[in-house]
């Protein structure tokens, strides 16, 4: 593509309206999950899927093979499989092997009901 085409090209994409989903079921796991992502003490994921589009737009190698620019996150239910290679069937699935372990966010001090919690707050995006 001519830089033109490129530019006319990423412009209609981010003109893309995002896909609908259905509201919440469990608000309060929601905002828990919420300020888990947050917590930079804890996971820390808004370290590196920060901002309005929840992406710093930086490179970062989460340990999933090499430093890749962080993916914006917004809709991000809607699109499996995850990850670069597809490797994570579901958004739980991120949280296994596949996704990076702790150098992609520490969520292994997790408690099961953090994850489900950090898990609704991603359905929600
Ligand atoms: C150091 C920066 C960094 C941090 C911290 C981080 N991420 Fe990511 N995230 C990335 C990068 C880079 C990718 C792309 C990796 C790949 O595809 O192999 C990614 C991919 C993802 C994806 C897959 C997106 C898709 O469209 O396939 C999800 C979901 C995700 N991150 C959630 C999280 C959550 C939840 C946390 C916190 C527990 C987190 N990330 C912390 C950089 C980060």
Partial sequence: MTPEESAATLHWLDAQPRVAHAPPTDLSAVVRGRALFADS???G???????AHLTNNQMADVGTGGALQ???LVGVAAHAPFMHDG??????DRFAACG?????GVTSGLAPTELDDLLAYLEAL
């Fill in 70 to 72: 962080v993916p914006s």
């Fill in 41 to 43: 003490a804890r996971a």
């Fill in 45 to 51: 994921c808004a370290t590196c899927h920060a901002g």
């Fill in 100 to 104: 990076g372990g702790d150098a992609h």
């Fill in 87 to 92: 490797c994570a069937a579901t958004l739980r």
